[in-house]
């Protein structure tokens, strides 16, 4: 009971840390998470237009990958030094409601559980070096190794194109529940695959 209280403070201390750091962009988060999550019908339209755009014009102007990571970094480095007194100006905090102020909260829950995910992740492969180093290493070297032959099939911009439209389209995915779904689909047929040989040998067996 103490651990679970103690573990809930240390959430709820996080979540206000978060809030905290993400105050300056609350006022953009919001309309940002609406287009993210699909509460209109065209926002996916709108999503991968956008990013269709960007990578049509890094297409045409064919930039080096170190331009292309430089002005990646002037962009970030500039919307996070502007973009705060900006929103402050445009902004008015008196007229931020509750129900903003909830939904902005769980925007940060939903955070933290991202980066938990992550970090449950990385443990998951430290105790897999530890306990099985023969499975771990076949792990990432398969891993590696699909990477490595996908990048030989596709275009670098290409590819990077899917993952970033991929990657944009899964909070929506995930609210309409088609996430879900198709992790369903592919448990069921994990685990069809996994029964398969055991029956096979119970077969034998008898």
């Known amino acids: 009971m ?5 573990k809930d403070a240390e959430d709820s201390s996080e979540v206000k840390q978060l809030k905290r750091d ?14 993210l999550e699909w509460e209109q019908n065209y926002y996916p339209a709108i999503l991968v237009g956008v990013i269709t755009l960007i990578f049509s014009i890094l297409w045409y102007l064919e930039p080096s990958v170190l331009t292309t990571v430089c002005l990646l970094g002037v962009i970030l480095s500039v919307t996070d030094f502007a973009l705060p007194a900006v929103t402050g100006r445009l902004f008015n905090s008196a007229n931020w409601t509750i129900v903003e102020e909830r939904h902005f909260e769980a925007i940060c829950v939903r955070l933290l559980n991202a980066k938990r995910h992550i970090k ?7 105790s897999l070096k530890k306990e099985k180093p023969k499975m771990y290493l076949l792990l990432l070297v398969g891993s590696f ?9 596709i275009d670098n911009l290409l590819l990077t194109y899917l993952l970033v439209v991929g990657s944009a389209l899964v909070p929506g995915l995930r609210k309409q529940g088609i996430l879900q779904k198709l992790v369903s689909k592919v448990t069921e047929v994990v685990g069809g695959l ?12 008898n």
């Open 2 to 6: 103490a651990n679970a209280n103690a």
């Open 22 to 35: 993400l105050e300056g962009y609350r006022e953009l988060i919001l309309p940002l998470n609406k287009i």
């Open 120 to 126: 449950d992740a990385e443990a998951y492969l430290v």
């Open 145 to 153: 190794a699909v990477m490595a032959w996908l990048g030989s099939l």
């Open 194 to 205: 996994r029964r398969g040989p055991e029956k096979a040998a119970k077969a034998k067996t």
